[in-house]
């Protein structure tokens, strides 16, 4: 059984019990439902359609992919009958890596057998809003974790759908420390923000955002002090993990202890693009 929250009037927050405690949020209108991600697995989105019909009497008419993600976008097929909206980005990466990854994963995992890809249609780049219902969902290009995040933001009930911009520790080896940093001050900006959907783990309460993404941003700065310091000593991947995911003050066991490998591909991440930058300029110097 998923884990389902109702985080206010009219949102709902579905928890995948089988990877990585993946989010996927559901807006309830009275002209249909909005969907924001799937989970990783089919029977556990199938879970969340049986919710809509049975007990909301309504269907999905939008899904809202938040980035090209294997662990959010492999339920989309079974809402046919739905829009598919995403970044203009993601719909790329989607053709380029999430649907040869697909292929590999179906021959491996007969869960996924079923799994077929649907790439977003409606796409937006910097911001974007949905009407429906009366309500109005804002999207935005929120990019670090991955060039292709959107956040969704439930104006009229101030909740944001943070997608992996927000996670139990920072994840940016796949995107950028920079734009990551500059999407989690966006996410300060947010006026009356109340309750953050993180794409994974357990939703932050109003009281608690502004300090946990604090937290996050300081985190950033840390692990990157860390990695200069380790070039700087000529220092190799042992010395880089001698940072814990603790040293930075977060739990080790979060996500089932999953953020401690996400630490480690941060820093692995940062520690061959500084490495890189400073080749150049030694290269420029010698020029
Ligand atoms: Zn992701």
Redesign the pocket.
């Known amino acids: 059984m998923l884990r389902r929250e109702r985080v206010s009037d009219h949102a709902y927050v579905f928890r995948s019990n089988l990877y990585a405690h993946v989010n996927a949020g559901i807006i309830a209108t009275d002209e249909g439902c909005v969907l924001i991600d799937t989970l990783p697995f089919p029977q556990e989105t199938a879970e969340i359609k049986r919710f809509v019909q049975d007990r909301l009497r309504s269907e999905v008419r939008y899904i809202i992919l938040t ?1 090209s ?1 294997a662990d ?1 976008v492999y339920g989309a097929h079974l809402f046919p009958q739905a829009e598919v909206i995403g970044h203009l980005l993601a719909r790329d990466m989607m053709i380029k890596h999430t649907r040869p990854a697909l292929t590999e994963a179906r021959k491996k995992n007969p869960a996924l057998s079923s799994v077929l890809l649907r790439l977003p249609t409606l796409l937006t780049e910097e911001e974007a809003a949905l009407r429906i219902g009366g309500f109005t969902l804002v999207l935005r290009h929120s990019p670090g ?2 060039p292709d995040v959107l956040n969704v933001y439930f104006k009229d009930e101030k909740i944001l759908f943070a997608s ?1 911009t927000i996670m139990p520790i920072p994840f940016f080896a796949n995107g950028n420390i920079n734009d990551l940093r500059h999407s989690l001050r966006a996410v300060l900006e947010i006026p009356r923000l109340e309750d953050v959907v993180q ?1 994974h783990g357990p939703v932050l309460l109003r009281g608690e955002v502004r300090e946990i993404l604090g937290e996050h941003l300081a985190y950033l700065d840390r692990v990157e002090a860390h990695v200069d310091e380790v070039l700087a000593n000529k220092g190799g991947k042992k010395e880089l993990a001698r940072l814990s995911v603790e040293d930075c003050g977060f739990s080790a066991t979060a996500l089932d202890g999953l953020v401690q490998k996400l630490h480690l591909a941060n820093m692995a991440t940062l520690y061959a693009l500084r490495r890189h930058q400073l080749l150049q300029k030694q290269k420029a110097a010698v020029a």
């Open positions: 980035h993600h959010h974790h991955a992996d794409g």
